[in-house]
């Protein structure tokens, strides 16, 4: 049977696919997937994220990235990241995802593999395939990082473009659009909190899809407002502006 954690001290190659554990077994999984999306995006174009609701996967998930570039850079920025109140532990995955795998030309079918192994009698100990559990995919994506989308592709809500008439001076309050209407205000605090001064979110659940964040002063919204401006959450490219007093 494959253990599910990594032995200590094995050297496991830098990959696409990054296995993190310690994560908080009481968020659910669509929420789960969805924030982990949401924070690791901003590193490079994710393909996709595994996380499984059986009780051996619990507190455990997979982000394959599209280059191995991305996957470390997201390894070394986001070791011991606070993700729902835990300290995220983060490896290179042992096993390659099957969405590599058939890229690459190596896939084999999971019934062959078993049948391999089988008749080869060997049993080998290594961190749990990502693929063996199917579960929901998230769609592959690749966020906006610090990025302005021009005004041709400014979300529309109806027939009026999302933009306020007059723009706000610079302030220590962003105003954030065109958020999906399931987002939360933890998914907004993981994503806005990777930059110095952060000091509130605050929805408006009268109004789905918008969000007010405050920073400590208007220097450090305005370094978190250029970071995240396009970034997208589940294909909604979030517009940045300053909030009005």
């Known amino acids: 049977m494959a ?7 094995e050297e496991v190659p830098p990959n696409m696919t990054l296995y993190i554990n310690n994560l908080n077994e009481k ?7 969805k924030s982990l999306l949401a924070v690791f995006s901003q590193f490079g174009k994710i393909l996709e994220v595994l996380a499984f609701k059986t009780l051996k996967h619990k507190g455990q998930a997979w982000v ?29 995955a042992k096993t390659k995802s099957d969405i590599i795998a058939k890229a690459d030309g190596t896939f084999v079918p999971r019934e062959k593999r078993k049948r391999h192994e089988e008749k080869g009698g060997k049993k080998r100990k290594e961190q749990l395939d990502p ?3 199917a579960a929901g995919l998230n769609p592959a994506y690749a966020g906006a990082y610090g990025a302005t989308p021009p005004l041709s592709q400014l979300p529309y809500l109806g027939a009026r473009p999302i933009v306020p008439e007059a723009p706000a001076p610079p302030n220590n309050i962003l105003f954030i659009q065109n958020l999906p209407h399931d987002a939360t205000t933890m998914m907004l605090q993981m994503l806005f909190n ?21 920073y400590e002063n208007e220097m450090q919204s305005t370094v978190a ?19 009005k007093k």
């Open 3 to 9: 253990e599910v954690t990594q032995a200590q001290g």
């Open 27 to 33: 968020i659910k999984i669509d929420q789960l997937k």
């Open 64 to 92: 394959i990235f599209e280059d191995v570039s991305s996957a470390t850079n997201a390894l070394r920025r986001m070791q011991g990241f606070p993700f729902y109140d835990k300290e995220m532990r983060i490896h290179y």
């Open 131 to 133: 693929n063996q559990a």
């Open 194 to 214: 990777q930059y110095p001064g952060l000091k509130d979110v605050r929805m408006v659940e009268t109004k789905p899809g918008i969000a007010f964040v405050e």
């Open 225 to 243: 407002m250029q970071a995240l401006q396009g970034f997208k959450i589940q294909q909604n490219q979030m517009l940045i502006t300053y909030a």
